[in-house]
Each structure stands twice: as structure tokens, then as C-alpha cells.
């Protein structure tokens, strides 16, 4: 122990100025400025007490924008994890093309999330995109997907599941590696199936990648943001808001920083809450 205090006493006070400067001190602004009725300018003097945080939950693109976030992380959880999985349980095994086929599926994940949401603006364009060019190619009057604020945020959520499986794969991948060989070859001497392997060795086995990767679902569910921006801007008519784009747009676009600051801070109350909740309840053996 000795030793280690040089260390701490170089390094720990310019991280810890550091952390206070840019995270700490924010962090407490924000929460002031949402007692105030305040546009940015100046310095703030309208004190309103509550009375923004009264507003969000009266707000019906901030239940819209809470509804989407629940649903972005059931999907993440329902759809995009296993199939993460199922991917990785194919390409981990030494047939030919399995390094190139998992290039393939992290390509999207190395996309910029900005990138992504302006090409799947593209394909999904009634007019000129790809969606329009199979349409018309059948005969068939092509849809306006990002305009229908009924099916608008399902486009979303496809675009999502598409852009992050990759990176739940590749954890799945590291974590099959991980496993001893021996274990698989003691299932198939035992006369297990394919399904009884992975359900009763594989899949325990990977007990811990699996929670950390649902727990980078959920926090990456509720940071969402660059991608939606691009592809709809919460639009139609607020449909596809999410918590961080419910902020932004009524935040800081209008210039409501009052009103952006009480937002910021339940977004923060959520993504705590969930974060060390989860983590204490699931991941506190890993």
C-alpha cells in the first residue's frame, strides 16, 4: 500500500478536478437551473420552483418519448439479444467464411450512428429510396414509412436492432471463446443434442455476458439519440421521441433551458436508478 500512494497522490487530484469540473459541476447546474424559468441568456432570475417538472409529466410527447424508450429496451432485450446470440453461435464455430461473416455483421455497429440514420433516411424515402424502387418495381404505389407516424417508429426500431446486434454478437462471441472445450466434448460423450448443449452448458455458461449484454442495451436504449436525429427528428408529429431527443427538441431548440435542465435531470434519475439497480440486483456475483 506503500507504494500505491505516489500513484494516487499524482494522479487522483487532476482526475478528480477533472470529473468535477466536467461532470460534477454540470451536473448541479442543471438541477438549478430547473427551478427557473430561463432561456439561456443572462443570468437566471424567475424562480418557478417545480413548475418544469410539472409540465414534462403533463407533456404528451415526454409519455410518447417514455413509452418509445420502454419499447426500444423490450426489443433490445426481446429481439436484438437473441438473434445477437444465435449469430454468434454460428459464426464462433471454424466452418469457412466465419471471420468474414462476422465482419459483415459488425459493420453496422462501426457506422457512425449519424451515418446510419441519414443512409436508412435514404432507403427508407417514398420517392427515391430503396423501399420506393422494390415498390414501384412490383407496381405498387410506394409508402411513406417515415411520415406515417403509425409505423414510423416500428422503421426505428428495425434500424436499431440492425445498427447494434453486431456489437452484442462479438461479447457473445469473446464469451463462447471463453468456454473450456472440455465441458462441450463431456456434453456430446454424455449423448446431449445440439439444443440440450447449448441450453443446459453453453447458455449458463454465458450467464454474465448475457447480463452485461442486456445491461449496454438498456443504458444505450436510453442514451438514443444521434441516430433518431438524422432518420426522423422525433417526427411525425413527436412519434419517435425519445427521452434525449424529447430533450433536445424541447430544450434546447426552442431555447426552454429551464425546462431542458428539469428533463436532463429525470433522464439522469431513470438511467441511475435503472443502471445500479440492475446492477445490484443481477450483476452483483460478476
Known amino acids: ?43 437566471p432570475s424567475q424562480w418557478i420552483g417545480t ?26 432485450i426481446c429481439v436484438q439479444i437473441p438473434l445477437a446470440l444465435w449469430l454468434a453461435t454460428m459464426v464462433s464455430r471454424n466452418i469457412k ?68 446486434f453486431g456489437f452484442h454478437m462479438m461479447l457473445f462471441i469473446a464469451g463462447l471463446q471463453a468456454i473450456d472445450k472440455s465441458v462441450l466434448e463431456a456434453a456430446d460423450i454424455d449423448g446431449a443434442t ?18 452485461l449484454s442486456v445491461f449496454f442495451a438498456v443504458v444505450g436504449s436510453l442514451q438514443l439519440f444521434d441516430m433518431i436525429m438524422p432518420l426522423t427528428g422525433g417526427g411525425p408529429s413527436n412519434a419517435t421521441q425519445t427521452l ?12 426552454q433551458v429551464g425546462f431542458g435542465s428539469a428533463v436532463g435531470v429525470v433522464l439522469f434519475i431513470i438511467c441511475v436508478t435503472l443502471a445500479f439497480g440492475y446492477k445490484r440486483i443481477f450483476m452483483r456475483n460478476d
Open 194 to 211: 445440439g439444443w440440450q448443449k447449448f441450453y443446459r452448458v453453453t447458455l449458463p455458461l454465458l450467464g454474465s455476458t448475457v447480463r
Open 97 to 164: 467464411g466465419a471471420l468474414a461473416f462476422r465482419l459483415l455483421f459488425f459493420l453496422p455497429y462501426v457506422l457512425a450512428d449519424v451515418a446510419a440514420g441519414m443512409i436508412w433516411r435514404f432507403v427508407y424515402d417514398g420517392e427515391f429510396g430503396l423501399v420506393a424502387g422494390i415498390w414501384n418495381f412490383f407496381g405498387a404505389a410506394p409508402p411513406f414509412w417515415l411520415a406515417d407516424k403509425q409505423v414510423a417508429f416500428y422503421a426505428v426500431l428495425g434500424v436499431i436492432v440492425w445498427k447494434y
Open 1 to 43: 500500500m506503500r507504494g500505491k500512494w505516489p500513484v494516487l497522490v499524482l494522479f487522483l487530484p487532476p482526475a478528480l478536478l477533472l470529473f468535477t469540473v466536467f461532470v460534477i459541476l454540470p451536473m448541479g447546474e442543471a438541477a438549478w437551473y430547473s427551478f427557473y424559468n430561463w432561456n439561456g441568456y443572462g443570468l
Open 244 to 255: 434525449v431527443t424529447f430533450l433536445y427538441s424541447f430544450g434546447v431548440m426552442r431555447m
Open 51 to 76: 413548475k418544469n417538472y410539472e409540465l414534462i409529466f403533463r407533456n404528451g410527447a415526454f409519455r410518447t418519448a417514455l413509452i418509445n424508450n420502454g419499447l426500444i429496451i423490450v426489443i433490445s
